[in-house]
């Protein structure tokens, strides 16, 4: 009783263990489940113009870095005859054009893919509290400014709502002497900045996007962000609103130049933005490199071990179905587990054409089987001459099939040449002692093992989960210690003894 208690035990371990990991690498890798599954990425460009004047020039564009609720899938640039790199210094990502000389007009493109990320759109908290920049007014300017002040503190209690109560005295349509007084020296979102670190409370300006699908020729949009408390707090200059808006793509976080143009005059920078889709499992590959599973991910393999591996981790699903066909279903096979090594033989060259031609093989060799007998060779030879039969059968086809123009014949090479003699030898002894019927009960059996085992390697949903997911393995480790547990009747006996059971019901 305590045996079967540990096995069940580990059945359920495998099991959950299984169910877990998958469920992990999903969440934390962002693998899908099912294959076909498309991602929304948006695709931002900013084209910088101005005119070079002849000389060295040097371009610094400001590039996003790690905007909140967003993450860089990919970066690219289209600057003919421009150097470019990244510099990433001090927390703060610029991208730098150089060329030794240029002059007239010139374009210069930068493209990032950015996939929204299921966070928050929060900025993160500082670790030190910063502090509030110097502010200087004149005298009448200075006076209007403590008097809005003055007002916004009577009606808050922390510096979030001071500021919600400041752009409400001055962003308003129809502002008062006070406001309007600094608005006509100073344009509205500077003006906020400035009263809010007069007012002592760290305020910045940061530069943004709102993502809308074709929009084109866009300038980047304002919102003041606060140090509130202990992290950083936005807030739209015009409306009051608290927080980061949806599908806004923070791109200058840090109040620093937007662009800097060296050897050049006239520069601009205007965005384009797209909303693109693409496979959820290339976006995976490439933002996973990140997640601790990256390192236990098969995708970090170099492509052609990927491939290898695509076609292993495919061999735990046929061994289910033989075990499954031999132990419930009562299917007699040749071989064990041969079925599978035929059913990735017709992987490689589709099921019909498969068919046809391992039928083709194997009853051709039969008939030179039966020559062979009489030759009275040893058994080492009959097998070596058989193989040597196989390859020439199989050189055959695939050149008849390429002047044929079928690309079948071609892969026929894929079928198991060594278990195809054996079993043309198995089958040809088995006529010998049982009969024609035996081989075709076997012979029969193994082809529908291998047609059940390729529908289910072939099945995109099975080899989408073995490839990404390889920990389902122990859930079908787990099934087939269940079935080799199983000691009841088998379906085909359940029919072979039908009449005995009826026999003795009441």
């Not at 059945?11 to 099912?34: D, E, M, Q, Y």
């Not at 470019?84 to 210094?89: E, N, R």
């Not at 997640?291 to 071990?305: C, D, I």
């Not at 001459?385 to 390859?391: A, D, G, K, L, R």
Request: with cysteine; charged share 15%; proline share 6%.
């Amino acid at each position: 009783m305590t045996s079967r208690i540990f096995f069940y035990a580990i059945v359920c371990t495998l099991i959950v263990t299984g169910i877990s990991i998958a469920w992990l690498r999903h969440t934390h890798a962002h693998i899908p489940f099912l294959p076909g599954l498309q991602s929304q990425v948006w695709l931002v460009e900013a084209r910088i113009d101005f005119t070079a004047l002849g000389a060295p020039v040097t371009v610094s564009l400001d590039i996003p870095d790690d905007p909140p609720g967003f993450q860089i899938f990919a970066e690219q640039t289209a600057s003919p005859g421009y150097g470019f790199s990244i510099l990433d210094a001090n927390d703060n990502r610029r991208g730098e054009w150089s060329i030794r000389s240029a002059s007239g007009p010139q374009t210069l493109y930068y493209k990032a893919q950015i996939v929204p990320q299921r966070t928050p759109l929060t900025a993160p908290g500082d670790a030190a509290r910063p502090g509030a920049a110097v502010v200087h007014w004149d005298a009448s300017e200075a006076l209007a400014a403590r008097q809005i002040l003055a007002a916004a503190r009577a009606t808050s209690s922390n510096h979030a709502s001071m500021t919600r109560e400041v752009i409400k005295l001055v962003a308003t349509p129809a502002p008062g002497q006070n406001a309007a007084l600094l608005l006509t020296e100073t344009p509205l979102v500077p003006l906020l900045e400035k009263l809010l670190n007069y007012a002592g409370i760290p305020t910045r300006i940061v530069l943004g996007l709102h993502l809308e699908d074709g929009r084109r020729n866009q300038q980047l949009v304002p919102l003041l962000e606060v140090f509130a408390g202990d992290r950083w707090v936005h807030f739209d200059p015009r409306t009051g609103r608290q927080g980061i808006p949806d599908d806004f793509l923070l791109w200058n976080q840090d109040g620093r130049s937007l662009l800097d143009v060296s050897g050049g005059r006239n520069s601009q920078v205007r965005f384009a933005m797209m909303n693109q889709s693409i496979p959820a499992v290339q976006l995976a590959k490439t933002t996973m490199e990140e997640s601790s599973f990256a390192f236990f991910g098969v995708h970090r393999l170099p492509v052609e071990e990927q491939n290898m591996l695509r076609m292993v981790l495919l061999l735990p699903l046929g061994a289910l179905v033989v075990v499954f066909m031999r132990i419930m279903i009562g299917v007699q096979t040749s071989g064990t587990f041969m079925p599978i090594l035929i059913a990735l033989s017709f992987l490689q060259t589709a099921l019909f054409p498969g068919l046809v031609s391992f039928i083709s093989i194997v009853a051709f060799g039969l008939l030179l089987r039966g020559y062979l007998s009489r030759l009275n060779l040893l058994l080492v030879a009959r097998i070596a001459t058989i193989v040597i039969i196989v390859i020439s059968v199989i050189l055959f086809s695939s050149l008849l099939g390429y002047q044929l123009g079928f690309n079948t014949g071609m892969t026929v090479t894929f079928f198991p040449i060594i278990i195809i003699a054996w079993t043309i030898e198995r089958m040809s002894i088995l006529w010998e002692d049982e009969g024609p019927r035996e081989v075709l009960v076997q012979g029969g059996g193994s082809l529908l093992v291998a047609v059940m085992a390729y529908l289910l390697m072939a099945w995109p949903v099975t080899a989408h989960l073995s490839f990404h997911f390889p920990e389902t393995n122990l859930i079908i480790l787990a099934l087939i210690l269940i079935m080799g547990n199983y000691t009841g009747y088998k379906l085909s006996e359940l029919r072979r003894f039908r009449a005995m059971r009826l026999k003795w019901l009441p």
